[in-house]
Structures are given as structure tokens and as C-alpha cells.
């Protein structure tokens, strides 16, 4: 089975700081993908990844940055929290074809006081 | 660019009864569609998949859904839910070509209750 591990169950940082979430996948795959899921907004995409020092920006993009300077691993980046960032961030990843499923990580709740 | 509408925010149920989740989708190419399942405080899990094929899709835990293309729609349905089957359900379409991502539908919190 596919394992995506998000490094952090919960975080709590206070405005300003910067914040690294990160996360790893076990399948080399080459698509990895930040979601940002808050009540009634469902899952939104921030930043996704189609290969190594490849980035694209998803649909909410401002206020966040990625890396990915290693297959397995795709770090998003908030240069400045913000308290609007409080959300719970998923991770994912999936093999290489346009209909491939998402495999996602157990998510990273992100308080930002 | 595509997008996707699930008609119901909550949908609550008695155990054994059947259920609908209503999901339509917009999109000016082919598509591929699947649902996800998310337990309280866990990710989410792959429930089914349309690729291609047949339009009726089922999962290992009784959860069917059917692709009607003339409508835009995956409906999942079953027939008799559990208590265990309380959870949120997202929809999610992705375009057959290069370069995109899924996108995922608000997502219905189905309650059951005996």
C-alpha cells in the first residue's frame, strides 16, 4: 500500500512565524499535491508538483510556497502565518497518468494564534 | 476548467435505510471521477472510481455509484447504511488531459443514527 506521511498531526504557531509541513510518499511517485479542507469549503488546492523542481500553482495559492527537491518529498511553505491559515492541510500523491487516484496523508491541523 | 457541485452539505439517515449523495460535475472534456470517504480525524480513502467502461461502479462495502454523462452526474448510492458508515464523502472530478489536478466537491457529512 502506498504510505503518505505528513510529519505533523498538529501545529500551533503564532503570526508571523514561518511554517514548514511536510511530507513524504513511499511509492516514487512523481505527482504530489497540498490541499488545504476547512468546513463547508471542502478541499481546495494550493500547490501541486508533477516532478522534482517542478511546481504549479493550484487555486489558492497566496500566502504559500513549495519545494521539492527530492522525489519522495513536498514541503509547502507559509513565509508568514497568518490566523486565515488556520486549516487542516492534506497531503497527497499518485502515479503518473491523469487518471490515476490520490493517496493522502492523515493531515496536519494547523492552529495560527 | 472543470467543477464539481454536491447538492447536499449533510444528509442524515436511520441505520438500514438507503442513501443518495448527490454529485454533478462541469467539464468541457472527458472526464474521470471518483469518491472519497474521510473518517473522522483520519485522511482521506479512495471509495470508488470511474475511468472508463461500465457507467456503474461499485465498492467493497456496498457503495455503488453510476457515471451519467447526459445528466454530469456520479451519484453514490446505498442500499442499507450502517452506523459505521457515518463519515464525510467527497466528490472529485479530473480531466483527461496533461496537466491538471483534481478537483474536489464541498463534501457531504452523511449521518446514521439508530
Known amino acids: 500500500d502506498v504510505k503518505v506521511t505528513q510529519s505533523s498531526r498538529y501545529l500551533v504557531k503564532r503570526t508571523g512565524e514561518k511554517v514548514f509541513l511536510e511530507c513524504v510518499q513511499d511509492?516514487?511517485?512523481?505527482?504530489m499535491f497540498w490541499y488545504r479542507q476547512d468546513p463547508g469549503l471542502g478541499l481546495r488546492l494550493i500547490y501541486f508538483s508533477y516532478d522534482v523542481k517542478m511546481k504549479e500553482k493550484g487555486d489558492i495559492p497566496e500566502g504559500y510556497s513549495v519545494s521539492r527537491e527530492k522525489k519522495e518529498r513536498f514541503s509547502l511553505i507559509l513565509e508568514s502565518a497568518s490566523t486565515n491559515q488556520t486549516s487542516m492541510y492534506l497531503c497527497?500523491?499518485?502515479?503518473?497518468?491523469?487518471?490515476?487516484?490520490?493517496?493522502f496523508g492523515n493531515g496536519t491541523r494547523l492552529t495560527v494564534t | 476548467a472543470q467543477s464539481v457541485t454536491q447538492l447536499d452539505s449533510q444528509v442524515p439517515v436511520f441505520e438500514e435505510a438507503p442513501v443518495e449523495l448527490r454529485c454533478n460535475y462541469s467539464?468541457?472534456?472527458?472526464?474521470?471521477l471518483f469518491w472519497y470517504v474521510q473518517y473522522p480525524n483520519q485522511g482521506l480513502q479512495l471509495l470508488l472510481k470511474?475511468?472508463?467502461?461500465?457507467?456503474l461502479v461499485e465498492s467493497i462495502n456496498g457503495f455503488e455509484a453510476e457515471f451519467n454523462k447526459s445528466q454530469t452526474s456520479f451519484h453514490l448510492r446505498k442500499p442499507s447504511v450502517h452506523i459505521s458508515d457515518t463519515a464525510e464523502y467527497f466528490c472529485?472530478?479530473?480531466?483527461?488531459?496533461?496537466?491538471?489536478?483534481?478537483?474536489f466537491g464541498k463534501g457531504t457529512t452523511l449521518s446514521v443514527s439508530s
Open positions: 511509492m516514487d511517485h512523481e505527482n
Open positions: 470511474y475511468l472508463s467502461g461500465s457507467t
Open positions: 497527497a500523491s499518485r502515479s503518473p497518468g491523469t487518471n490515476s487516484p490520490l493517496h
Open positions: 472529485a472530478v479530473g480531466e483527461n488531459q496533461a496537466g491538471t489536478a483534481l478537483i
Open positions: 467539464s468541457s472534456v472527458s472526464v474521470y
